[in-house]
């Protein structure tokens, strides 16, 4: 779902995000965008800092002025060639758990999501629809995609048959 940042405003320096300033504050001009998939920001964190200040901190980062009640904290493990990910309690201190998994970030790493599915009264009526109108044209993404599979599978299934006709045997 796309996220709501103040239009106009220069991105923050290490000096602004050590102050508390509020960029909801600093303009009324506002603007959504979508956050790529895999966007990676560190943070310097203290093993006292919790996820709800990871949180945030992180759409600090990102320049993000929706409430940070709409966003989680997740822990993702890979175990067996399987990802698993946890909500994570708005208590829990992550540089602890990141120190006891270790440095291999294949082992333990955090994901920033949006709440689960049962939250959704964080959500204005217009985010909502902006949101079931992204999961509409995603899934017909994904249709368009398994169909064209299927095609080029189905294709080169009878140009097989086509070929293994033609041969003697």
Do not use: C
């Amino acid at each position: 779902r796309p996220v709501t940042v103040p239009a106009g405003i220069r991105p923050q320096s290490i000096y602004d995000a050590l102050k508390e300033v509020n960029l909801a504050e600093m303009t009324d001009k506002r603007t959504s965008f979508y956050l790529p998939l895999d966007a990676i920001k560190q943070l310097h964190i203290s093993s006292t800092t919790t996820v709800s200040e990871v949180i945030q901190g992180l759409l600090k980062k990102f320049m993000v002025v929706d409430n940070p009640q709409k966003f989680a904290l997740f822990k993702e493990m890979r175990k067996d060639g399987q990802v698993l990910f946890q909500k994570l309690p708005l208590t829990e201190y992550p540089l602890y758990l990141r120190l006891l998994a270790g440095p291999d970030t294949d082992v333990l790493s955090f994901v920033l999501k949006e709440n689960e599915t049962g939250e959704w009264d964080a959500f204005t009526i217009p985010e909502l629809q902006n949101f079931l109108m992204i999961l509409e044209k995603e899934e017909k993404d994904k249709i368009q995609q398994v169909h064209r599979k299927y095609e080029r599978f189905k294709q080169r299934l009878q140009q097989t048959l086509k070929e293994a006709r033609g041969k003697p045997g």
